[in-house]
């Protein structure tokens, strides 16, 4: 109990040195929230799988560069603006990911979990390196014009396109909340995820379930990957960074738990603004995730509360 | 016959376990006896799907259900209660009892009929009908795992060991309902527990050492030397 008021303490001092923060910049918030909202929805997916599927996809970085590549490239040769490809990138990276778990993922679902990450972090290698030798490692971007919208609050002026991608990490985490509890094959990937031998009892095909839940993931990652070249310049090495935060974030939730998803992502997301704040601690921002997660790990072997411990989806 | 199996030789890796196992199960109730690690366990994972065939015939129906998957298994009419019971912990005794009806093709009309069933023959399940299934005790969840099982409206049910790790009051209740269930659908049931279990059923098989040794009905199978004096304590 002592160890619980202390970090209750903590956890309070934090909140209250972020509120000054926050109230002496405000922008501190607004750009901590759309920071959030992009973590969340690139890490909802990545989530739904470890959830479900029960394995570490080292590859999702990787599917949203591919689909943001390939968004890139239609964008281009059409003339299309980038919003018109989020649903056909979301299907053709869904069946990407489908033919993906066909040939490789489902043949290492009963391998030890030390192989299905050298599996999957090889798949990634392998799709940044592909990517790397078609199309260099020139950064690519497509300019838009809506994109630098702003609004004016009194003296605060901020740009607000980034707002999408909270709204997305909504709809994909309360969307998929709806999917697995009201809907017979949500509740049978749910089911699938508790207990595969109990689903095959019952008639599922589990490895149908793991392999349409896969490909769900990846068209939510695919829909991620047509927005995300909206905002920022695309490279090869581009989705490895979200790999791993996705990974920070799920882990920091707790498995299976997506809605969580989102309340970490507003802790990493105002975290990373915070330290952006200030010049002395800019260069800290990108490595905030390690501590979090340390943090997380740490007090969940020592056994701290934490307010994010939430239900399950 | 519903089911009829001929010259089953299965096992793990190179051990094996079930050797020329025959049998044929009709309209009845069928009792499969053993001690521990004798193949009871493996035979009927071998019926779901669960092991390879190395040898033999496992007939369902006339069809030959050898090389199917566990999920094929279940949708052709066999519905199984496993020893660990094998729930969704985290999801409501109502889900549970769904799921058992979802993907089976020709239940999916008669759901709301056959939970109708289900509940009557366990009260309880209607009073705990939105709790979660993983917080239940052991006899309730095993009346989960049944009610499951005939949510599928199955021409086979395959009970293994139901009386595991219950205390005797509901043992006797476990009994009593597979009693009333052979009325209407062919069961197989593995068990420990022989007294109890051949009052409830047709016929008894005693596997042993991968092999079906003694086979005839419940009276015949009570008044066996063997039986009596291996199963019985007599």
């Known amino acids: 109990m002592a160890v619980t008021r202390r970090t209750g303490i903590l956890i309070v001092l934090c909140i209250a040195a972020a509120a000054i923060i926050i109230a002496w910049r405000p922008t501190v918030l607004i750009y901590g929230i759309q920071q959030a909202g992009l973590y969340a929805a690139i890490a909802i997916p990545m989530g739904l799988v470890l959830g479900i599927v029960h394995i570490v996809n080292l590859a999702h970085g990787e599917f949203m560069m591919v689909a943001a590549y390939a968004t890139y490239f239609a964008c281009k040769a059409l003339g299309m603006d980038p919003l018109l490809a989020v649903l056909p990138a979301a299907a053709v990276t869904a069946g990407f990911g489908w033919i993906v778990f066909q040939l490789t993922i489902k043949r290492a679902l009963k391998a030890p979990e030390l192989n299905q990450l050298i599996l999957t972090f090889g798949l990634g290698i392998v799709m940044s390196q592909g990517v790397n030798l078609l199309f260099t490692s020139q950064t690519r971007k497509i300019s838009l014009d809506y994109v630098s919208a702003s609004m004016d609050i009194g003296d605060l002026s901020f740009g607000i396109w980034s707002f999408v991608f909270v709204a997305v990490a909504v709809v994909y985490a309360y969307g998929l909340k709806f999917f697995l509890t009201r809907t017979t094959l949500g509740k049978a990937a749910l089911a699938v995820g508790q207990n595969p031998r109990g689903a095959a009892i019952v008639g599922i095909d589990v490895n149908r379930v793991y392999g349409i839940v896969f490909a769900l993931a990846l068209a939510l990652v695919g829909g991620m990957g047509a927005l995300f070249i909206t905002k920022a310049a695309i490279f090869p090495m581009v989705g490895a960074p979200f790999t791993m935060k996705s990974f920070c974030l799920v882990a920091v939730a707790g498995i299976g738990n997506i809605p969580g998803i989102l309340g970490a992502s507003v802790l990493l997301g105002l975290s990373e603004s915070i330290l952006r704040a200030f010049r002395e601690t800019r260069g800290w921002a990108d490595i905030v995730f390690f501590v979090l997660i340390i943090v997380v790990i740490l007090g969940r072997s020592l056994k701290w509360s934490f307010p994010l411990k939430g239900r399950k989806a | ?234």
């Open chain 2, 1 to 234: 016959m519903i089911l009829e199996i001929a010259g089953l030789e299965t096992g793990y890796g190179k051990l094996r376990v079930l050797s020329g196992v025959s049998l044929s199960i009709g309209a009845e109730s069928v009792g499969l006896f053993g001690p521990n690690g004798a193949g009871k366990t493996t035979l009927i994972n071998t019926i779901m799907g669960m092991n390879r065939v190395w040898k033999g015939s496992v007939r369902f129906e006339g069809r030959d259900i050898g090389g199917l998957p566990t999920h094929e298994v279940a949708r052709a009419g066999i519905a199984l209660v496993p020893q660990e019971r094998e729930l969704f912990p985290l999801m409501s005794v109502a889900d549970n009892l769904a799921l058992g009806a979802a993907f089976i093709p020709h239940v999916v009309s008669r759901k709301e009929e056959l939970l109708e069933q289900v509940l009557a023959l366990f009260p309880i399940l209607k009073e705990r009908y939105r709790q979660l299934a993983g917080t239940m005790s052991g006899g309730q969840q095993r009346q989960v795992a049944i009610g499951r099982a005939l949510m599928a409206n199955p021409k086979l049910l395959i009970l293994d060991e139901p009386s595991l790790g219950l205390q005797p009051s509901i043992v006797a209740e476990v009994f009593e309902r597979l009693g009333q269930l052979k009325k209407t659908v062919s069961i197989l049931v593995t068990e420990q527990n022989v007294r109890e279990s051949l009052r409830a059923v047709d016929r008894g098989l005693v596997l042993e050492n991968g092999a079906i040794v003694i086979e005839g009905t419940a009276a015949e199978l009570a008044r066996n030397p063997h039986v009596e004096r291996s199963y019985l304590g007599i």
